[in-house]
């Protein structure tokens, strides 16, 4: 009598997970800013990187067992990706629900993995983003500083911090203002050694009110360690230099036309964007991702070009003043788009050359390329 397997009793006989040299390596080039992030915020920062973790697990594991298919080693990437671009104190449901909704409609809706046009932790993060503004705005601290720092902590509210409120006359409740914000809205310049190693901390009187400078995202405090992960990937060849790259002359570009050449004082100078915000983190983790991004040279290059440039748009244009995840949303949708032309472009200069034959080609070129 012949036989026939439902998907379920497929998925039963399938592995659980999916083994993917190339997302342990992204996990590896993950750890250093997880251990600094412990160090900067306290013990939470693992358990909340647990709970997006388990929520993430869960949720592809319901839909690529209906498929048949094991589970992709990305999905640790994806987790640690949102975890580490959110606020050290971001409630732990936030980020629960926030990653399910990347890996849903970022990923699962299209397929599984290798058919998302998106990157799932981009998709989680704008949707935390616009759907729990005040609640993320709440969650960011400043970092401990000196040993053992964080490493001898769970977490600390902005009450607790004296340190950083001695010599503050405090009348009302104590804010956080990230350096971003601090820079685009009173014109507080945050140090840039504070920047690059991720000693962002300290205080200042703004609007009558007096606001602890906090440092953002919890993988984004150290520039430093952002680098050095980056030059393992690249070394790795886990990503692709040119995506990286790219993105940084776009900004660069951007800050030049429209600070330099166009006087606009809310863009901030360039170490200031380039060191700052989310935008060296997203350059090495977010924007490298290869699902994602185009797959032609020159379509990478217009790629991480137009993400580089949009995020330093949306930050001087934009009612918020972070727009990494936005530019990112954008460079995915026209990323395929890009692919499109470049191929077409392709097609076209090849039937040029068939039609001038090999005898003008020659002429053409001085002998051929």
Not at 76 to 105: D, K, Q
Not at 233 to 239: G, K, N, Y
Request: with cysteine; proline share 5%.
């Amino acid at each position: 009598m012949a036989m026939t397997s439902s998907p379920a009793a497929a998925a039963r006989k399938t592995k659980l997970f999916m083994k993917q040299a190339v997302m342990l390596r992204v996990c590896y080039a993950l750890t250093p800013l997880l251990v600094a992030g412990i160090y900067f915020f306290g013990w939470r920062v693992l358990a909340l990187l647990a709970v997006t973790v388990a929520a993430a697990v869960a949720t592809e594991y319901v839909t690529s067992r209906q498929r048949g298919q094991p589970i992709s080693m990305a999905v640790f990437v994806t987790a640690g990706l949102l975890a580490l671009s959110l606020p050290p104190e971001t409630p732990f449901w936030i980020a629960a629900v926030s990653v399910a909704v990347g890996i849903l409609f970022g990923k699962e809706v299209f397929g599984g993995f290798g058919r998302n046009f998106a990157n799932p932790a981009i998709v989680g993060r704008a949707f935390a983003y616009v759907c729990f503004p005040h609640e993320l705005t709440a969650a960011f601290q400043p970092v401990y500083k000196g040993f053992p720092g964080g490493f001898a902590r769970w977490s600390e509210s902005v009450s607790g911090l004296g340190d950083y409120l001695h010599g503050f006359r405090v009348e009302d409740a104590v804010t956080t203002a990230t350096p971003m914000w601090a820079r685009r809205n009173v014109g507080f310049e945050t140090p840039l050694w504070d920047l690059v190693t991720g000693q962002i901390g300290g205080a200042f009187q703004a609007q009558h009110d007096t606001r602890v400078l906090a440092a953002g995202s919890i993988g984004e405090v150290s520039a430093v360690l952002i680098l050095l992960a980056g030059a393992y990937l690249i070394w790795t060849r886990t990503a692709n230099w040119r995506l990286t790259a790219a993105m940084l002359l776009g900004a660069t570009a951007a800050n030049v036309i429209f600070r330099t050449l166009g006087g606009a004082e809310k863009v901030p100078p360039l170490a200031f964007t380039l060191s700052s915000g989310a935008l060296m983190y997203a350059a090495v983790f977010m924007v490298t991702d290869p699902v994602s991004a185009p797959k032609k040279k020159t379509s990478l290059w217009a790629y991480g070009l137009f993400i580089g440039f949009m995020v330093v748009l949306i930050r001087w244009r934009a009612q918020f003043s972070g727009g990494v995840a936005f530019a990112i949303l954008l460079g995915n949708i026209v990323g395929p788009l890009m692919d499109v032309g470049v191929q077409a472009w392709e097609d076209r200069r090849a039937r040029r050359r068939a039609a001038a034959g090999p005898g003008d080609g020659g002429r053409e070129g001085g002998g051929g390329e």
